[in-house]
Nanobody, 121 residues
Framework: QVQLVESGGGLVQSGGSLRLSCIASGRFFSIRSMGWYRQAPGKQRELVAFIDFGNDADYGDSVKGRFTISMDNGKNTVFLQMNSLKPEDTAVYYC???????????????WGRGTQVTVSS
């Protein structure tokens, strides 16, 4: 069982920056990847960024060049540095992880409760 807790959301003006954090805790063998997804009112949840155990990262097209994902493996923490924020970035941001519970290649997925990011014009 894994618990994810996000922090760092808030209200920021267009062009500003925020840094989100997510800490994973609980009982698991290893973290294989962590990611950020977001969901705005009336829209489907979409990928923002993810990073795997080899530190290979990928980003959604709408945030490329503006957001950076990173991981502190020793602290089981993932960060999302959000720069040049736009009003369309307004959403609830959810932390996600895929973990191995036994050391096998069978993975389990867990989600955090989310943190609100609001970007004003």
């Amino acid at each position: 069982q894994v618990q994810l807790v996000e922090s760092g959301g808030g209200l920021v003006q267009s062009g500003g920056s925020l840094r989100l954090s997510c800490i994973a805790s609980g009982r698991f063998f290893s973290i294989r990847s962590m990611g950020w997804y977001r969901q705005a009112p009336g829209k489907q949840r979409e990928l923002v960024a993810f990073i795997d155990f080899g530190n290979d990262a990928d980003y959604g097209d709408s945030v490329k060049g503006r957001f950076t994902i990173s991981m502190d493996n020793g602290k089981n923490t993932v960060f999302l540095q959000m720069n040049s924020l736009k009003p369309e970035d307004t959403a609830v941001y959810y932390c996600e992880t895929k973990v191995s519970m036994s050391g096998s290649y069978v993975l389990e997925e867990y989600w955090g409760r989310g943190t609100q990011v609001t970007v004003s014009s």
